[in-house]
């Protein structure tokens, strides 16, 4: 299974910019998806989730400014970034939790991320 992230850049401050992460592979069903971020020197921390039936969840920082969302048929996670800060700034790393085919035919949880996008927020 691979999470190919695109869509980071180069904004200014109350500028916007879409994040997309696309899975592929032996994928049964995706349990959920979601977004975190990993500022200098920092943690990396979640931002927003969303589960295969739809459930949301996000950080308290980013509610209200960014949107997450997802297309089943292609298997993609979406994060629309509204209202960009400075503060935003970070590596964002796309996570998933996948129900996986085993060439057995066995099903089996897994969890994946992806290799990073940046987003730079200018003041």
């Known amino acids: 299974v691979q999470l190919v992230e695109s869509g980071g850049g180069l904004v200014q401050a109350g500028g916007s910019l879409r994040l997309s992460c696309a899975a592929s592979?032996?994928?049964?069903?995706?349990?959920?998806m979601g977004w975190y971020r990993q500022a200098p020197g920092k943690e990396r921390d979640l931002v927003a989730w969303i589960t295969g039936g739809g459930r949301t969840n996000y950080t308290d920082s980013v509610k209200g400014r960014f949107t997450i969302s997802k297309d089943n048929a292609k298997k993609t996670v979406y994060l629309q970034m509204n209202s960009l800060k400075p503060e935003d700034t970070a590596i964002y790393y796309c996570?998933?939790?996948?129900?996986?085919?085993?060439?057995?035919?066995?099903?089996?949880?897994?969890?994946?991320w992806g290799h990073g996008t940046q987003v730079t927020v200018s003041s």
């Open positions: 996570n998933a939790d996948i129900r996986i085919i085993a060439p057995n035919a066995a099903l089996y949880d897994r969890d994946y």
């Open positions: 592979g032996s994928i049964f069903s995706i349990n959920a």
